[in-house]
């Protein structure tokens, strides 16, 4: 038998660990090529690992909760096919593709490229495909205000290996859940096996375990939130004053990668935050018509889609509001696209994916995209690809009933719109004759933060203007393009 030694690769984006989250096999399972066998947390995203070999699996060299650099070795496979054990022919960066064994057909790998003159598949109309990370710039890679090291080097294959662990494999009788819904109970020191599934086939669900935690009982699936930053607004609800005094969290994964980005962004761009306060009564009459309108009935539609659509308006207008600062190079970048981030917090912790090539869609097709965008955050499967290359971002802080906030701008970008919550409030209104009354409008707050190196007042400020006034009158849209 020939035994191969599949080294953890590199999961892209200068990122140089990841750790163990649940493996999909036990020592013993038959597996084919492209066979998912290892889920990872990366700082950035949930990524499932494919195997480039068939065979069966002889050892799980890393336990589950295990951080490991890049090349280290993961997981042993017998293929069958005899001789002495070959080395590790896993790709250790996604776009290579896996060495093939002597006399087997060359397959490829799942995540890592593809034959050279395969044709690519059209995609399919209204779907937004996105374009590859490496295309991007290092100065618009959303993680890039912290110094990246470089990758660590593949491990040195050693003479006499360490024993390997069986661990993490699931036993009979695992509990049913997501990788995102473990974490959660992990974090809140729950045992799955106790808590009552309410999801489909016997899946445990987020509400289920916060449920479980805070003692309540579930009576029916949960409605989802409005936005997607609103996701983890029920991730920790384990009553205060239960258990120890004092938690300790290790700072890893998307928190530690968001702690540095924030830092980097704040003490090297010149940070100012202007607001506005705005009627969007007609805004809100514009949602409730898309709403009943045939065209969305298959999409959710809400002020935050106004304000997307909105934002790409005014930075056609205001195209100096969508470049950035190169330091290295000593210049400002231009971009002429928009590629529009939301903010979404996750129990990961705060991401930022975006939509790329914003500027380019319909009302539909952003409605389409946004909420593509919240179903994969929720599930917790945005990938690096998804969050690299932002050009502007919007945070609604709204859903959570504040107002407004001075948002951090994002490294790689120069300006983030912050989005307060809509109330009804008495406000002065001037009729076509000219007279005042006052009179219940739904009134909001908009925040804009810029880099000052880049942005001066005046620009950023006609650019506020600008978002106020579609915001205010959605026909404004009609004469600006």
């Not at 290892?38 to 699996?57: N, R």
């Not at 029916?220 to 004053?241: C, E, H, I, K, V």
């Not at 000593?330 to 975006?354: D, F, S």
């Not at 409008?441 to 600008?466: C, K, M």
Request: with cysteine.
């Amino acid at each position: 038998m020939a035994i191969k030694t599949f080294n953890l690769p590199d999961p892209g984006e200068g990122l140089v660990e990841a750790e163990i989250v649940e493996w999909k096999v036990s020592p013993g399972d038959t597996v084919k090529v492209n066979d998912m066998v290892l889920e990872i947390e990366t700082a950035k995203s949930l990524v499932e690992l494919p195997i480039p070999w068939a065979g069966t699996v002889k050892d799980l060299l890393v336990e589950v909760g295990q951080t490991i650099d890049v090349g280290t070795p993961i997981i042993s496979i017998d293929d069958g096919l005899g001789g002495d054990e070959a080395p590790a022919a896993a790709p250790s960066i996604p776009g290579e593709k896996a060495a093939p064994a002597e006399g087997a057909s060359e397959a490829i790998l799942v995540g890592y490229g593809a034959k050279a003159g395969a044709t690519a598949r059209r995609a399919r109309k209204g779907m937004v495909a996105a374009p590859v990370a490496a295309a991007r710039t290092e100065t618009e890679q959303i993680a890039a205000a912290a110094p990246i090291a470089e990758p660590a080097a593949p491990a040195a294959r050693v003479e006499s290996p360490a024993p390997a662990v069986h661990a993490g494999a699931a036993p009979a009788g695992r509990p049913k859940a997501k990788p995102p819904v473990r974490k959660l109970a992990k974090d809140l020191g729950i045992d799955l096996a106790s808590v009552t599934p309410t999801g489909a086939d016997g899946v445990i669900t987020r509400d289920d375990v916060t449920n479980h935690a805070s003692g309540a009982s579930v009576n029916g699936a949960a409605a989802q939130a409005d936005s997607t930053t609103s996701l983890a607004a029920t991730a920790y609800r384990m009553p205060f004053g239960a258990g120890e005094r004092e938690e300790r969290t290790p700072i890893k994964g998307v928190r530690k990668m968001t702690a540095q980005a924030m830092v980097g962004s704040a003490f090297t761009a010149p940070h100012v935050t202007e607001w506005i306060t705005i009627d969007v009564t007609k805004t809100m009459e514009l949602v409730d018509r898309l709403k009943g309108s045939r065209e969305f009935k298959d999409v959710k539609v809400t002020p935050l889609l106004v304000l997307a659509r909105a934002l790409v308006l005014a930075v056609r207008r205001n195209p100096g509001m969508n470049a950035t600062w190169d330091e290295a190079n000593q210049e400002i970048v231009q971009k002429n696209y928009v590629n529009l981030g939301i903010a979404a917090a996750t129990p990961r912790g705060l991401i930022v994916p975006n939509i790329k090539d914003a500027h380019a869609m319909t009302m539909l097709e952003l409605a389409q995209a946004i909420g593509a965008l919240t179903a994969t955050a929720r599930e917790g499967r945005t990938q690096p690809a998804e969050m690299s290359g932002g050009t502007m971002t919007i945070t609604n802080v709204g859903v959570f009933g504040v107002d407004s906030g001075t948002p951090i701008i994002n490294p790689g970008e120069s300006a983030i719109v912050c989005f307060g919550a809509i109330r009804k409030q008495p406000w002065v209104v001037t009729d076509a004759d000219g007279n005042d009354e006052i009179a219940i409008r739904n009134v909001t707050q908009l925040a804009v933060s810029f880099d000052h190196r880049l942005i001066d007042g005046e620009l950023g400020s006609r650019f506020l203007s600008d978002l106020a006034a579609i915001m205010a009158d959605p026909a404004q849209a009609l004469v600006w393009g």
